[in-house]
Nanobody, 117 residues
Framework: QVQLVESGGGLVQAGGSLRLSCAAS????????MGWHSQAPGKQRELIAV???????SYADSAKGRFTISRDNAKNTVYLQMNSLLPEDTAVYYC???????????WGQGTQVTVSS
């Protein structure tokens, strides 16, 4: 089992910044990816950004140029730096850990991000 603990959400004005953190613990695999997904009310959960254990990143179009995903493998922690936030970024943000050898996904409890206009 893998446990994920997220932090860093909150309320911010449009144009502001937030940094989300997600710490993983438990039965971790050296070959994995970690990412952030968002889910706005009434919408499906969608991928925002993902980073492999080798540091390869991928972003949703909505996040490119504004968000940066990074990780500290020594701390088993992934970060999402969100800049130039927009009201449409308002959502619950979920951390995801995927063990690449098994394909199994683990999810955090979610952290609320609210961007006011």
């Amino acid at each position: 089992q893998v446990q994920l603990v997220e932090s860093g959400g909150g309320l911010v004005q449009a144009g502001g910044s937030l940094r989300l953190s997600c710490a993983a613990s438990g039965s971790l695999s050296g070959f994995n990816s970690m990412g952030w997904h968002s889910q706005a009310p009434g919408k499906q959960r969608e991928l925002i950004a993902v980073i492999s254990s080798a540091g390869i990143t991928s972003y949703a179009d909505s996040a490119k140029g504004r968000f940066t995903i990074s990780r500290d493998n020594a701390k088993n922690t992934v970060y999402l730096q969100m800049n130039s936030l927009l009201p449409e970024d308002t959502a619950v943000y979920y951390c995801n850990y995927r063990a690449m050898l098994t394909g199994r996904d683990y999810w955090g409890q979610g952290t609320q991000v609210t961007v006011s206009s």
